[in-house]
């Protein structure tokens, strides 16, 4: 029974939380915002300066080692501070399909060049994609910071390619995103070659797992930040002759948020520790995670907002970055509906 | 960062499962799968001594007193196992969660010697006397009296929801003795036998039929001097340091019981083609991930090795458990549908779901409302100023 981060763990959190903190700046996450979504400086240090970029993929497989548990403490405070980085995308869900389920060859091609920051792959998923055998037409709208992108992981529901984003017969058309800090893009493949990773089955399914997790995981970071500074604006602001955080309608709306968040904690590092561990849960824990702390974390950035009164609407607070992230938290990969209905699925014995 | 148990904690699980579910397939069949307070008691008060035989009445206390020294992690097994072969709650549950330990922790080792023994061998069942009609959640605002008389305390006044007063041999009481105090000052915690002129209980007929709680009179009810704990004046202290023995290792025990009530409805869903419901279906899997999110979030109040922290899912678990509790009855009900409101026969007594959502609305009120919940974990969890309080100088 020891349901808690190791200290090592917890050193890696600390690190992580302290680095974000002290570069994931809103000034500079709004400067990114206004270019392409992604802060360089800060990914270049991520990866190279903190290292951190090649966790939970296997030492032998070209990262550091780890797993998901630590993963989703990187990602966790990454979100708290709604870093403007590839993470998702590039390493989570790229990197890792590349690790788990390339050859040798595509890995030793690519994984050092994504881990160190100097390339930037997006992640391509198209149910309806059609493969002539490696040349690829199918299109993709929500692509996570897919006009960055030097590379793009592509992926139907059985193949998986790896294609150059500058290869003939793609298209990449950036989107007005509402969360600015991770635009999506539009691909469009018209008979562009793909390189196939050797084993897809196992690439997607390593990817997937992980980018439920590490969402669930930023998730609970975007709840944990709107909670602690609306805690704190509670302290501070005075009306009525009294700290708003007096009021019990403002209080019992903080301890809901607190239920909730503690429930996405437990969630996520279930999730996280089922899946480093094999567990019989693991399929159920993921669909729990993502949808129960993307749940949770839109609505704490909803409560942040309204918490906050009128300042919290404006664009000069940072209450709509968590809004917004919350938002595309809760539909990436999967809506809320859809996991659940898994978990559905599971309960009743349907699963397929 | 781990899921599971030891290989030598599985052991102590497997030894614990065959143990529970010899007992429940043999000489104790007749109350397996029991899930109201009240059912078969006297027979339950022979299970409690059964289970004392076999020292697995209070496994988490001393040796020495009937115990077994048993770690964290293997009183967590027992409970679970417990609940998962069927068996029905300990009647004396009163005596070996709270009244035990708060002994264990406060009392002389007079008074040790005179209850634990009692208390572990199923022979002597507790109750608790703290709420009043003017002291609920306002636990302070105690005002029935004690008074010390000729070598004896005389207490008069009136408690209420003393669950099974009515098969308790002693109750705990949490009486005023110091004239003109107001709030938590002049307290003073007593243990008092029942079976004695001054008390008189009468039940309460509650919303699902059962009666399992009462009001407690006393009329110049007595005890001996020395039958309190701590000091006079400790009873506040020692009242608090008893209900946070209430947050323990039961509460995995706890959720075999409402694992088993979910399995009912997943089966209910199923043969009534409930299942088939989108909606339905998506608050199958919220109350499944609602389930698990309890199991792992007590995990990790239990895996806590720093008590000195605030910890925040110790903070939230009642509050989690009722309302997530109060749900799946709700749920229970939209999927038998009428059928859930009706039973053939004459008697107002429920199945187990319909009995689940007509129970369930307590869950949210008794041990601390969902109100004072919130309040606990906005001002103590997140520094939020006080709500003023009334006058009590």
Redesign the interface.
């Known amino acids: ?6 200290e090592e ?1 917890q050193m890696i959190g600390e690190t992580a939380k302290a680095f974000f903190v002290e570069n994931a700046t809103s000034e500079r996450t709004r400067n990114a915002m206004a270019a392409d979504g992604i802060d360089r400086d800060l990914w270049t240090s991520f990866c190279t300066e903190l290292g951190l970029a090649g966790i939970g993929i296997p030492e032998e497989r070209g990262g550091i080692g780890l797993g998901l ?1 630590e993963l989703a403490i990187v990602a966790e405070a990454a979100g708290s501070t709604v870093a403007a980085l590839p993470m998702l995308g590039s390493i989570v869900l790229s990197a890792r399909a590349i690790a788990m389920g390339g050859s040798a060859a595509q890995r030793d091609a690519h994984l050092t060049t994504l881990l160190s920051g100097e390339q930037i792959a997006a992640y391509v998923h198209d149910a309806a994609l059609t493969a002539h055998g490696n040349a690829l037409t199918g299109s993709a709208g929500f692509v996570a910071h897919g006009a960055a992108a030097d590379l793009l992981i592509v992926t139907s529901n059985s193949g998986a390619w790896i294609v150059s984003a500058d290869a003939p017969g793609v298209t990449v058309t950036v989107q007005t995103t509402m969360d600015q800090t991770r635009p999506y893009a539009r691909v469009t493949l018209s008979g562009a070659v793909g390189e196939p990773l050797e084993d897809a089955t196992t690439a997607i399914a390593a990817a997937h797992q992980a980018g439920y997790v590490a969402i669930a995981a930023e998730a609970l970071g975007v709840a944990q930040t709107a909670l602690d500074r609306t ?1 704190a604006y ?2 501070e602001r005075v009306q009525f002759g ?2 708003i ?2 009021f ?1 309608a ?3 709306r ?3 948020m ?2 909730d ?3 996405a ?3 996520v ?2 999730a996280a ?2 899946v480093d ?1 094999g ?1 019989d ?1 693991a399929a ?2 993921v669909h ?1 995670a993502k ?2 702390a993307a749940d949770t974390a839109f609505r704490c950035a909803g409560d942040m907002i309204q918490l906050h009164g009128g300042i919290g609407f404006t664009w000069e607070h940072d209450a709509h970055l968590y809004f917004k992230r919350a938002r595309a938290l809760q539909s990436m990969m999967g809506s809320g ?1 859809w996991h ?2 898994q ?2 699925k599971m ?2 014995g349907e699963a397929a | 960062m781990k899921l599971g148990f030891s290989p030598a904690e599985e052991e102590f699980r497997a030894e614990c499962a065959d143990w529970l579910n010899g007992q429940m397939a043999g000489e104790f069949k007749d109350i397996k799968g029991i899930t109201t307070l009240t059912a078969k008691a006297e027979r339950r008060k022979e299970w409690e001594q059964q289970l004392a035989a076999h020292r697995w009445s209070c496994i988490g206390w001393p040796e020495e007193w009937g115990g077994r020294n048993a770690t964290l992690a293997q009183q967590v097994i027992f409970a679970e196992e417990y609940a998962r072969a069927g068996v029905p709650g300990r009647v004396n549950h009163i005596g070996i969660e709270l009244a035990g330990p708060t002994l264990l922790a406060f009392g002389s080792e007079e008074q040790k010697q005179r209850f634990l023994p009692g208390i572990a061998a199923g022979q002597t069942i507790f109750c608790q006397g703290f709420s009043e009609p003017g002291a609920g959640s306002d636990l302070a605002s105690v005002r029935t009296k004690g008074r010390l008389e000729n070598g004896e305390w005389v207490v008069n006044g009136q408690k209420i929801w003393t669950s099974l007063a009515h098969i308790s041999d002693w109750i705990f009481v949490v009486t005023r003795t110091e004239e003109g105090s107001k709030g938590p000052k002049g307290l003073t915690f007593l243990m008092m036998e029942i079976d004695q002129p001054g008390i008189e209980i009468r039940g309460i007929k509650q919303i699902n039929g059962d009666a399992e709680f009462n009001e407690t009179f006393f009329t110049d009810a007595r005890c001996p001097a020395d039958s309190l704990i701590g000091a006079v004046g400790d009873g506040w202290k020692i009242a608090m340091g008893l209900l946070a023995f209430e947050r323990g290792v039961s509460t995995l025990g706890q959720q075999m019981g409402f694992r088993n009530e979910l399995d009912e409805i997943i089966a209910a869903a199923k043969a009534n083609g409930a299942a088939n419901d989108p909606l339905i279906r998506q608050r199958l899997a919220k109350a499944e991930t609602g389930l698990k999110l309890m199991r792992y979030g007590a995990l990790r109040m239990l895996s806590q090795t720093d008590h000195s922290k605030i910890d925040g899912a110790a903070l939230t678990y009642k509050i989690q458990w009722a309302s997530w509790r109060r749900s799946l009855g709700e749920l229970a009900m939209d999927v038998l549908g009428q059928a859930g409101e009706v039973h053939d026969g004459s008697d107002y007594e429920w199945d187990t779901l319909p009995n689940l959502f007509l129970y369930s609305r307590a869950d949210t009120i008794y041990g601390g409302t969902n109100q004072i919940q919130r309040n606990l974990i906005a001002e103590r969890g997140l520094g939020m100023p006080r709500e003023p309080r009334g006058d009590v100088a």
Request: glycine share 2%; charged share 20%; proline share 0%.
């Open positions: 029974m020891e349901f808690v981060l190791t763990q548990v805690v509670a302290k009294r700290a955080g007096s019990q403002y209080k019992h903080l301890a809901d607190v239920v968040i503690e429930q904690r437990s969630a590092y279930w520790c089922a561990e567990s849960e159920l824990a729990a949808s129960f509906n659940r209905e978990i559905a309960m009743l």
